[in-house]
């Protein structure tokens, strides 16, 4: 094989439908060529992304594969006429998907006596098509919601969150969806940044057996929202709970008043949408006290997904996939909802938690609805891992064949539990690493790689055919195997980020500047290439941390510490945790006139709650002490609070902080740990 042209024909030839992960036969030599291709040839890189793209239904095709004019302005198939709720219902209808379930939706309460769950929803292609139909009419006739405009979605894991979704793509508006584990300080700063006017939510949802109530936080982020100058037009708000709720009969209506009425065969025409209108924006974490939102259109995102479901997890037409992501987070949006219908799979959404009510309920419903393709989080599973195995032999699991996580990076033990328990040691399995800017998968062990690369427990695989990593140095030279360095992409990527909305600036900042003369994305990860070119993503190399696979800025918890009466200062850094990966541990200097206590801590905790969210501020360590140690410019030692919380020793802290005497920094490792050993006691 001479060109990585011709190898990338001959790969997509064999591997549109990509056979099983046993009986591949295509060679290693011809993957490594067609990835260097990739690397040293544009050319090769787009007509492999043309392949992937002309698969797909579009109004218009795009004038130019790629521009790359203005980076890190990049732009994927400009000119080019796509919808993704067309895509994810219509086009399925005209390929024959018309009565195939779409979406399988069960809820949390549970019936003890028939031993099920009480609710189960079924919603074929039709449904969900005419569903959607319905909420695009209602927005578009009685709120008179347009192109170009955003709605808010702080909605629960209900089957009107699709719907929704579906709904405002059809009509060329963009969604900016707010994990409802958000406070309504958080939920606030995201409405005013957005600018939206309306806002979906419900009145509440179950989660471990109880109801949590929502509506009540929305309220009282409209308040922040309102003190700001921002008026919110509508709320609707979806039945769930049937719980009491505040009400605002000028400005809220629910989401069954507001569709009634309209026939349910009622059909909205879709917008034609090119790469100048934003699909979406999520809101995600940095290294700043605000977070940023990520911006995407809907062509190269739906190319990437589309390539993905394929490659990564072998979307054939029988498959039931069950990603337990929730939807409020990148990977909920990609592979719950657009993904999964791109392919025309039958894809499962599940309310509540996985122990409830007993911590068999994940394999009860790969058993229920004989899930064939599963995705999950490496806390989840690390959570999953403590209870008996009894747990999972009570239920067939055996309709499993591919079986991939996400979300952090997975130990060797995890996974192998993993692997043997879940997969029984007979399925694809990987971690796959990406991340909210990259929109989709970019690197994992896939079906058809196996047997060329075996799998290595831990690893993050290749990267995708068609996307370009490195691990470089500070000044961006690659690393040779085994050292560590930044993870970086060195080529634009169809389903990236375009940018940071109404924020270009920090968008170059923080993903495109790190080195100098190189137009490289860096993730903020750092990674080790292994001697045989597998990729190890290792964390984070910034201050944000994966607290139980939830992305969350040390920054973030800081800005909003200080605002509280008692707080003079604060440092936050992550410690290790066996089953969340990461979490929280703040260093907190009390102002004069307040002493630690347990009282003061709760208090903390509680604020915590009330302007993170409830997610963090649980697994958060308080930590009092005197002061947080500085470097003499004023900046405070991170790297040292790392390591002591993470028990180095004093002869690993000595080096670790840029311009700090060793003398300094032995002072202020003892009066951290006398701090926190005094605490101990
Ligand atoms: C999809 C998602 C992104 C960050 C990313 C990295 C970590 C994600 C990983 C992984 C090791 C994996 N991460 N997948 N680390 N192995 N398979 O999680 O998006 O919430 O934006 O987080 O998550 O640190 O930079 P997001």
């Not at 005013?192 to 979906?200: A, E, N, T, Y």
């Not at 209108?277 to 700043?288: E, Q, V």
């Not at 903390?604 to 308080?622: E, H, M, N, Q």
């Amino acid at each position: 094989m001479s060109s990585g042209v011709e190898a990338y024909k001959e790969f997509f030839e064999t591997n549109i439908i990509p056979p099983s992960w046993k009986d591949r036969s295509w060679s290693k030599e011809d993957f490594r060529k067609f990835h260097q291709s990739t690397v040293e040839s544009k050319k090769a890189l787009e007509e492999w992304w043309v392949k992937w793209a002309n698969e797909l239904f579009w109004f218009k095709k795009w004038d130019k594969v790629l521009d790359d004019s203005n980076p890190p302005f990049y732009r994927w198939f400009v000119g080019g006429e796509i919808n993704l709720a067309y895509l994810d219902t219509d086009w399925q209808i005209e390929k024959g998907r018309k009565n195939k379930v779409a979406l399988i939706w069960e809820g949390e309460p549970w019936d003890e006596t028939l031993k099920q769950p009480k609710e189960v929803k079924k919603f074929t292609y039709y449904d969900l098509y005419r569903e959607s139909n319905v909420i695009s009419y209602a927005l578009k006739e009685k709120l008179g919601v347009k192109k170009g405009d955003i709605l808010t979605f702080y909605l629960p894991m209900i089957p009107e969150l699709p719907f929704y979704m579906l709904a405002v793509q059809r009509l060329g508006v963009g969604h900016s969806i707010v994990f409802s584990g958000f406070s309504a300080e958080a939920l606030a700063a995201r409405i005013l940044d957005s600018g939206s006017k309306i806002i979906v939510t419900a009145d509440g949802f179950y989660r471990r057996g109880k109801v949590v109530s929502l509506k009540p936080i929305v309220e009282e982020a409209l308040k922040i929202c309102e003190k700001n100058g921002l008026t919110i037009q509508k709320v609707i708000v979806v039945k769930r709970a049937g719980i009491d709720i505040p009400w605002n009969s000028e400005r809220d209506v629910w989401h069954h008043e507001l569709i009634s009425g309209i026939p349910p065969t009622v059909k909205v025409p879709a917008e034609r949408c090119t790469e100048s209108i934003i699909s979406h924006i999520l809101y995600t974490s940095g290294t700043t006290g605000t977070p940023k939102a990520v911006q995407r259109s809907a062509g190269g995102y739906a190319v990437g997904l589309y390539a993905t479901m394929k490659m990564i997890f072998d979307a054939k037409d029988d498959d039931i996939f069950w990603c337990t992501a929730d939807v409020g987070w990148i990977t909920g949006h990609s592979y719950v909802v657009y993904g999964p219908l791109l392919v025309g799979l039958t894809t499962v959404m599940y309310e509540g938690s996985p122990d409830y009510p007993e911590p068999d309920r994940w394999w009860s419903i790969i058993e229920r609805y004989g899930v064939t393709i599963f995705y999950t989080a490496p806390t989840a599973i690390r959570m999953l891992m403590r209870f008996p195995e009894d747990l999972i032999r009570r239920h067939d699991l055996s309709t499993l064949r591919v079986v991939h996580t996400v979300g952090e990076p997975i130990n060797p033990e995890a996974f192998n539990w993993y692997y043997k328990n879940i997969g029984r040691e007979d399925v694809v399995a990987s971690s796959t690493w990406w991340m909210t800017e990259t929109g989709h998968i970019i690197t994992g062990h896939f079906p058809g790689l196996g047997k060329l690369f075996p799998l290595k427990p831990g690893t993050n695989g290749y990267a995708l055919p068609g996307v370009t990593l490195e691990v470089v140095d500070d000044d961006g030279n690659p690393c040779p195997p085994g050292v560590r360095g930044y993870f970086v992409i060195t080529s634009p990527w169809p389903g990236m980020l375009e940018t940071l909305y109404k924020n270009p600036q920090r968008y170059i900042d923080a993903y495109w500047s790190r080195f100098k003369g190189k137009m490289y994305f860096y993730t903020g990860d750092f990674a080790v290439k292994d001697q045989d070119g597998y990729v190890w993503v290792l964390g984070r190399a910034d201050d944000v941390l994966k607290v139980a696979g939830h992305r969350i800025g040390t920054a973030e918890i800081e800005s909003a510490l200080i605002r509280h009466p008692a707080v003079a200062e604060s440092a936050c850094v992550g410690k290790t945790d066996p089953i969340k990966g990461q979490v929280p541990v703040v260093f907190t200097v009390l102002k004069k006139g307040f002493k630690p206590s347990p009282e003061v801590e709760a208090e903390i905790r509680k604020y915590l709650r009330a302007t993170i969210g409830p997610i963090v501020a649980s697994d958060v360590i308080i930590t009092f002490v005197d002061s947080v140690p500085k470097t003499r410019s004023g900046k405070i030692m991170r790297r040292l609070l790392r390591a002591v919380v993470e028990g180095a020793t004093l002869g690993d802290i000595t080096t670790l902080e840029d311009g700090v005497a060793v003398e300094e920094a032995i002072k202020a490792y003892e009066a951290i740990k006398t701090a926190i050993g005094e605490k101990k006691g």
